[in-house]
């Protein structure tokens, strides 16, 4: 097993055009598509996304927070510019200030002629961003450790376990739990420094619960996906390999993160979990892939910093990784812009050509829909698409367009494998 992870090579190491990574977020954002936005890079003072990353990943210097409460502030500036005509607060007049809507407490407004003229839209919206505002702060408790909170073990088998209320119900009263992380330090801290009052604890648990569970929506569609291909993880060890991971999945994740599998598939034969994108970041994870089989009744996660196909080339043709059993990917985003869809091209490429069961999700039905036309475009197998069952439950703004409607991560997943089969193909011809 290699003793260390090779070098992203320069060729592969996301450059200021690149279309293939998170850094398409600052620009795809601006495009009314979930993720980062440059707004974040102004108001934290960096210059680039270079920077961002180093931030992320604990290697810049000077750049830092002299408190909590500097630090909260700063979030939140990164969401203050006009609802209503985009203005940024370094662009306002002398003396003038954006304000705030005093119920959602989340977007601004430069004037109260701005505010009137947008309120039709942002009354569709204004109580459920109330919703995203607590949320946003109360996320800092995944990386104090705070959340997410334990889980029980299952007490019906993963195909019994359909949904969220399935899962609920086996998990006995959570609010023993949530109240640990209510009463702890960290929450206190956090209130203490946000500059806005703090919710009542029944919407801080709801909070919680939002968050925890969109912790739990990656894993359990995993698991989702693992049954949906008839995969046996009980005859079998399973390799599963995450694709386009970004900051997202792996900042600070650690290395039980995917152990509700074992609670899914109790006594499994191992279970891999490959996290491969050029986004990836430094952590414990940051190891060597397997070789060969893993141990048994436990998941084992590693991480590799490269696009996808040049992590097939580096290290599965070269016995240096298991070939997957299941490749999944979260959020994808190729539908967003031409760019993405080339990113994305030598991947999507290689699994249909190497007939690899494949499961993608999505954040709305409309990007499901514009995902599909891609794939069949790519003359892709489509084995199924739809809701799906454990969707996060926090909702999520489009932060350069905060009153459009929200989505929910892994709302919506389609899975392919392999070529249409020449019958469909035949009959697309005849249609064209």
Same mark, same amino acid.
């Given at each position: 097993m290699a003793s260390q992870i090779p070098a992203l090579p320069q *060729?592969?190491?996301?450059?200021?055009?690149?279309?293939f990574s998170d850094q398409s977020g600052f620009y795809s954002l601006d495009s009314n598509v979930p993720g980062l936005s440059k707004v974040i890079l102004n108001k934290l003072n960096l210059k680039d996304y270079g920077e961002y990353r180093a931030v992320l990943e604990g290697k810049a210097r000077g750049i830092s927070f002299r408190n909590y409460k500097e630090m909260f502030q700063r979030m939140e500036e990164?969401?203050?510019?006009?609802?209503?005509c985009n203005e940024l607060p370094?662009?306002?007049?002398?003396?003038?200030?954006?304000?705030?809507?005093?119920?959602?407490?989340?977007?601004?407004y430069c004037t109260k002629d701005c505010q009137r003229k947008d309120w039709a839209q942002h009354k569709k919206v204004c109580k459920i961003l109330w919703l995203v505002a607590i949320d946003r702060l109360v996320e800092w408790l995944m990386f104090t450790g705070d959340l997410p909170i334990p889980t029980e073990k299952w007490t019906k088998s993963a195909g019994e376990v359909k949904n969220w209320?399935?899962?609920?119900?086996?998990?006995?009263?959570?609010?023993?739990?949530?109240?640990?992380?209510? *009463?702890?330090?960290?929450?206190?801290?956090?209130?203490?420094?946000? *500059?806005r009052p703090r919710p009542d604890d029944a919407d801080l648990r709801q909070s919680l619960w939002r968050i925890q569970s969109e912790f739990l929506s990656r894993v359990l569609t995993v698991g989702l996906a693992v049954q949906h291909f008839k995969l046996d993880p009980y005859d079998k060890p399973v390799t599963v390999h995450l694709v386009g991971t970004s900051h997202n999945e792996t900042m600070g994740a650690r290395l039980t993160d995917y152990d509700e599998l074992n609670h899914m598939f109790p006594g499994h034969q191992g279970i891999e979990i490959v996290m491969v994108g050029p986004e990836v970041v430094d952590g414990p994870i940051m190891r060597p892939p397997l070789r060969a089989f893993g141990p048994k009744h436990r998941v084992y996660i590693s991480a590799y910093k490269a696009l996808y196909h040049q992590f097939w080339e580096d290290m599965v043709v070269k016995q240096e990784a298991a070939k997957p059993d299941l490749v999944v990917g979260f959020h994808p985003g190729f539908h967003a812009n031409q760019g993405l869809i080339e990113g994305w091209l030598p991947t999507l490429l290689l699994l249909r050509d190497y007939n690899i069961p494949s499961f993608f999700t999505m954040f709305s039905e409309m990007e499901?829909?514009?995902?599909?036309?891609?794939?069949?475009?790519?003359e892709m197998h489509i084995r199924d698409s739809g809701p799906n069952p454990f969707t996060s439950q926090k909702p999520e703004q489009v932060q350069a367009c905060p009153n459009k409607p929200l989505v929910y991560c892994n709302s919506h997943y389609v899975s392919f494998q392999g070529l249409l089969p020449q019958e469909h193909l035949e009959g697309r011809g005849a249609d064209a």
């Open positions: *060729s592969y190491t996301p450059g200021t055009d690149s279309v990164t969401f203050k510019f006009c609802a209503g370094e662009h306002l007049a002398e003396g003038q200030t954006l304000k705030r809507c005093v119920k959602c407490l989340n977007v601004y209320d399935d899962w609920l119900s086996k998990q006995g009263d959570l609010t023993p739990r949530l109240n640990t992380v209510l *009463s702890g330090a960290n929450m206190a801290a956090l209130w203490k420094n946000a *500059s499901l829909k514009y995902s599909l036309e891609i794939l069949l475009e790519l």
